[in-house]
């Protein structure tokens, strides 16, 4: 399994991005994922998972409700819709896959991407 993230850039505070992770390999559509980021001096830290069919996201509660996880099978792609965007947001974004989703977390897997920088000017 290979994962390519793309989407990061500079935004404004308060505007939107929307982060693709793109996946190769047979398994891809049968295995959950996640997005992790990782701001400077800090851990990587878990945002929100989704699971292999689409149908059981989590979400961790800083989140407030700004992002969005979703995934497209089809396309092998899973996607972050961040919106009102915070310069604390800016970080190094993540996706995973091949971890497990349940009791109310994710639980990373094996696969990860190269990671995409997200950079949120005041």
């Known amino acids: 399994v290979q994962l390519v993230e793309s989407g990061g850039g500079l935004v404004q505070a308060g505007g939107s991005l929307r982060l693709s992770c793109a996946g190769s390999g047979s398994t891809i559509s049968l295995i959950a994922m996640g997005w992790y980021r990782q701001a400077p001096g800090k851990g990587r830290e878990l945002l929100a998972a989704?699971?292999?069919?689409?149908?059981?996201?989590h979400y961790q509660g800083f989140l407030e409700g700004r992002f969005t996880i979703s995934r497209d099978t089809a396309k092998n792609t899973m996607y972050l819709q961040m919106n009102s965007l915070k310069p604390e947001d800016t970080a190094v974004y993540y996706c995973n896959a091949g971890g497990a989703l349940y009791s109310g977390t994710y639980y990373w897997g094996d696969y990860w991407g190269q990671g995409t920088q997200v950079t949120v000017s005041s």
């Open positions: 989704i699971s292999a069919g689409g149908g059981t996201t």
